[in-house]
Each structure stands twice: as C-alpha cells, then as structure tokens.
Nanobody, 114 residues
C-alpha cells in the first residue's frame, strides 16, 4: 500500500519560512519522480516544484529563488523549503509521487498572514 504523508504546514507571517516534509512508503522512492503541488481556495491545483529523474529540479516561476525542493533517498522523504513566504503562497500543499502512476498525499495547510 502506497502512503505519502505530509507534515510541516502551519501559520506563518509574511517573510517567514516553513519546511514541508513528505514521508513515503510502498514505492521505490529512489526512482520515483517527486513533486509538490498546491491548491488555493477557488483555484486549480498547480505544480510548485518537482524533482525528475532523481536530480533535475523544476520550479514554478512564482516560487523560484524562494523555495527549494530536495529529497533524502535514505529516508524516502522529499522536502520543500519555503523562504520569504508571501500571502499568495497560502494554499493546501500536496506531495506527489509518480511511480508507474500518480500518488498523492492528503495535503497540509500553509497559511501566510500579511
């Protein structure tokens, strides 16, 4: 059974930082493409950052220079370091794994106050 469990969300003031974690099980993590998505109220889910092929990283233009995605293959965990957070970063953040098919976590709420 595949499980993706996010943690690390919360309430932070603008300019602050948070680190999200996504612990996985049931997939071959080291060869899985991993990503973080977010969905704000009334908006579509959007890709925030991804690691493809283990090392190629992609970022949405809105988060470049502020967010960093990383992975620890020894812990089967992917991280999203978020710095200089803005109110528009407020959303539910979802972890995604692609290992023959897409898998999703339950989401973690990030709220940035102005």
């Amino acid at each position: 059974q595949v499980q993706l469990v996010e943690s690390g969300g919360g309430l932070v003031q603008a300019g602050g930082s948070l680190t999200l974690s996504c612990a996985t099980s049931g997939i071959v993590f080291s060869i899985s493409d991993m990503g973080w998505y977010r969905q704000a109220p009334g908006k579509q889910r959007e890709l925030v950052a991804s690691i493809i092929g283990g090392s190629v990283m992609h970022y949405a233009e809105t988060v470049k220079g502020r967010f960093t995605i990383s992975r620890d293959n020894t812990k089967n965990t992917v991280y999203l370091q978020m710095n200089n957070l803005k109110p528009e970063d407020t959303a539910v953040y979802y972890c995604n794994a692609f290992s023959k098919k897409d898998y999703w976590g339950q989401g973690t709420q990030v709220t940035v106050s102005s």
